[in-house]
């Protein structure tokens, strides 16, 4: 567990994300959405959370959650080591969002990770902080691309 100092009323602490996050984590990702949450979607958080060949992490602030960030890693084709890719990172607040962006990178570095990339979809309805998106990553086709080393 990281703490991030700074916040009003306390630290915003960043964990690894568990399976039980998961009522948790559909409220922050579908704000105001009723949704219909069957086994097959606690199936999928609970695969997400115990793979390793994931990072997922939340970050808390005054008990509830306030942030969620999904990178995936596979191995290169072209060279020896692992690539990251960022999946996910939502959050309440974009200080928020940009704690656990970095926080992703490092982990991806101590994974000896060289990139993470980051695929740009435009979908409707999304409003990307722009803060998220630093001037260390750099639009590579459909792709941002930021060096790790």
């Known amino acids: 567990m990281v703490e991030m100092p700074g916040m009003q009323n306390g630290p915003v602490k960043i964990r690894r994300g568990k399976r039980t996050d998961f009522p948790a984590l559909v409220a922050l990702l579908t704000p105001g959405a009723t949704l219909a949450v069957d086994k097959g979607h606690v199936r999928h958080w609970r695969r997400l959370a115990s793979d390793p060949s994931h990072d997922f992490y939340v970050a808390e602030h005054e008990g509830a959650i306030r942030g969620v960030v999904l990178v995936c890693y596979i191995r290169e084709l072209r060279q020896p080591g692992w690539l990251a890719i960022l999946d996910i990172v939502a959050s309440t607040e974009c200080h928020i969002g940009r704690a656990l962006l970095d926080f992703a990178k490092e982990?991806?570095?101590?994974?000896?990770?060289?990139?993470?990339?980051?695929?740009?979809?435009?979908?409707?309805?999304?409003?990307?902080?722009?803060?998220?998106?630093?001037?260390?990553?750099?639009?590579?086709?459909?792709v941002l691309s930021c060096g790790l080393s």
């Open 107 to 142: 982990r991806a570095r101590k994974r000896g990770c060289q990139r993470l990339l980051i695929y740009v979809f435009n979908r409707e309805g999304d409003a990307p902080c722009t803060s998220l998106i630093p001037s260390d990553f750099r639009r590579v086709g459909e």
